[in-house]
């Protein structure tokens, strides 16, 4: 077993609160900093407070997901000998919340659109979705349920 560390510095600093007509709300603005990268600038989503024009967890969440079954997929694709030319996806995740304020997201939806070199490679192209799907570490990572409804199409 090999183990990798990856780290991620979060600073959040207080600045004038939000206000609504009964109580002060934090502004819910930050950065992370990872070394050697571009800083993200983050917020909660637009309906928890947030800045709606920046990046939020759930939107980076469900990115790291879609990303991470991108590169899977790629990876077994190749290890099948399929030529994949293009690759788009359009992902969804359904966030349910609770009475107390708790929530979680419950579902993802991957639409994945694959065009492929070899029209009779299609066929293996949609299977491997699903084993694509087993070696994602963003997905072996999650507690909820990931749906995959991929298209192929091949480009000859």
Known sequence: MYKHLFKAALNWVATD??????KKVYAKSHTIKIEGKDNLSISAAKAFKG????????DLLLSALTSCHMMSYLYVCQQHDIEV??????????LVLNADGSGRITKVV???????????QKELALQLHTQANKLCFIANSCNF???????CFSIE
Do not use: F, G
């Open 17 to 22: 609160m939000l206000k609504d007509s009964t």
């Open 51 to 58: 800045d709606p024009t920046l990046l939020n967890p759930e």
């Open 85 to 94: 030319l293009a690759y788009e996806d359009n992902s969804e995740a359904t």
């Open 110 to 120: 991957l639409n994945p659109i694959v065009h492929i070199k070899d029209e009779s």
């Open 145 to 151: 349920e990931i749906e995959h409804h991929a298209q």
